[in-house]
């Protein structure tokens, strides 16, 4: 049974950083694309983060560019998002994704797998 379990949300103040984690199990996760997409509260699902299965391609939301990364660690089967100068509009819930197509800019509709978020709050 495929199972994505995010960890790492939180509260934070203003201008400070998160680690966020997402460990897949039951599947060859280390052939799929992994990607992060948040909500906040009466907004739509949105795009924030991807990552190819080889790890070299990354994308970013252009308001996240600058201040997340992204990586990964097949050996673990493990993706994070290091989240750097937190802003309030950055509170949402934030959701692992994996898409077997690999398609590492990924949209809602591409998704295969949904973890089940990790609430982040960023206090001003």
């Known amino acids: 049974q495929v199972q994505l379990v995010e960890s790492g949300g939180g509260l934070v103040q203003a201008g400070g950083s998160l680690r966020l984690s997402c460990a897949a199990s039951?599947?060859?996760?280390?052939?799929?694309?992994m990607g992060w997409f948040r909500q906040a509260p009466g907004k739509e699902r949105e795009f924030v983060s991807g990552?190819?299965?080889?790890?070299?391609?990354?994308y970013y939301a252009d308001s996240v560019k600058g201040r997340f990364t992204i990586s990964r660690d097949n050996a673990k089967n493990t993706v994070y998002l290091q989240m750097n100068s937190l802003q309030p509009e950055d509170t949402a819930v934030y959701y692992c994704a994996t898409d077997h197509r690999n398609r590492a800019a990924m949209a809602p509709h591409d998704v295969d797998y949904w973890g089940q978020g990790t609430q982040v709050t960023v206090s001003s």
């Open positions: 039951g599947g060859p996760f280390s052939y799929y694309a």
């Open positions: 990552i190819s299965y080889t790890g070299q391609s990354t």
